[in-house]
């Protein structure tokens, strides 16, 4: 089967020079700032996200504002699409957000990600950096 540069693009975009974390992170600071939310509460959220991020199995614990819990639900939509997007390209983490939307995502959160995931220039701008360096 002839694939496309695209979807050649998209089938190797798990090989990225990016750590997990830093994926799972620009995945979630990008979700955060597709809510609207206000640049101060933004910053707190970004905050958040890489405290949750950092401490991996730790970030399970119970939130503790509204800022934490929002932060904790971006969190958990962007290491589950970096996991999927590793182990299969970016449909594979588009359609992992879609089962689980509404089931232990929130719905209105999976919408903006699969909005965002959409566009072949998401992927693109998460792993222009990282390939070069891994090299």
Do not use: C
């Not at 002839?2 to 089938?11: G, L």
């Not at 979700?31 to 939310?37: D, E, P, R, V």
């Not at 970016?90 to 992992?96: I, V």
């Not at 959160?109 to 998460?126: D, E, G, K, T, V």
């Amino acid at each position: 089967m002839i694939q496309s540069p695209q979807e050649q693009f998209h089938a190797k975009v798990g090989h990225s020079g990016y750590s997990s974390e830093a994926r799972a992170s620009w995945i979630a600071s990008k979700l955060a700032q597709s809510t609207g939310i206000d640049v101060a509460r933004l910053d707190a959220v970004h905050s958040r996200i890489w405290m949750r991020i950092l401490q991996g199995e730790l970030a399970n614990a119970a939130p503790a504002n509204e800022v934490d819990a929002l932060a904790q639900k971006i969190v958990d939509i962007a290491v589950l699409a970096e996991k999927a997007a590793k182990a299969g390209g970016s449909q594979a983490a588009m359609a992992a957000v879609m089962r689980a939307s509404g089931e232990t995502l929130d719905p209105m959160l999976a919408q903006n990600f699969l909005r965002l995931a959409s566009s072949s220039i998401f992927w693109m701008a998460l792993d222009s950096a990282g390939e070069g360096r891994s090299a």
